[in-house]
Nanobody
Framework: EVQLVESGGGLVQAGGSLRLSCARS????????LAWFRQAPGKEREGIAYFGSYDTSTLYADSVKGRFTISIDNAKNTIYLQMNSLKPEDTAVYYC??????????????????WGQGTQVTVSS
């Protein structure tokens, strides 16, 4: 069973930076996807960053492209989301997610089987 635990959320001023971590346990196999999603109050869950193990490709939502970076440390079984130039509209609960046996890049939540509990990020203006 795959388990994901996020950490690193908090309160930051607009223009600042924050790095989220997601500790992973359990076996994912050879072809898997790791992603970050976020959900603001009253809004649908939004996929923002993807990593595919098959070809080490990444994919970003337009809303975060150029500001956020997903990275993987396999030795530590940890997924990171580096967030720079934060804006108040980045305020949300951030989730990491995993999908197994896949080579298809996607930021659609329904395709992910494993989820963390979420960590709150609040950006003040």
């Amino acid at each position: 069973e795959v388990q994901l635990v996020e950490s690193g959320g908090g309160l930051v001023q607009a223009g600042g930076s924050l790095r989220l971590s997601c500790a992973r346990s359990g076996f994912l196999g050879d072809d898997y996807a790791l992603a970050w999603f976020r959900q603001a109050p009253g809004k649908e869950r939004e996929g923002i960053a993807y990593f595919g193990s098959y070809d080490t490709s990444t994919l970003y939502a337009d809303s975060v492209k150029g500001r956020f970076t997903i990275s993987i440390d396999n030795a530590k079984n940890t997924i990171y989301l580096q967030m720079n130039s934060l804006k108040p509209e980045d305020t949300a609960v951030y989730y990491c997610a995993a999908d197994v046996d896949t080579r298809v890049p996607t930021l659609i939540a329904k395709f992910y089987d494993y989820w963390g509990q979420g960590t709150q990020v609040t950006v003040s203006s």
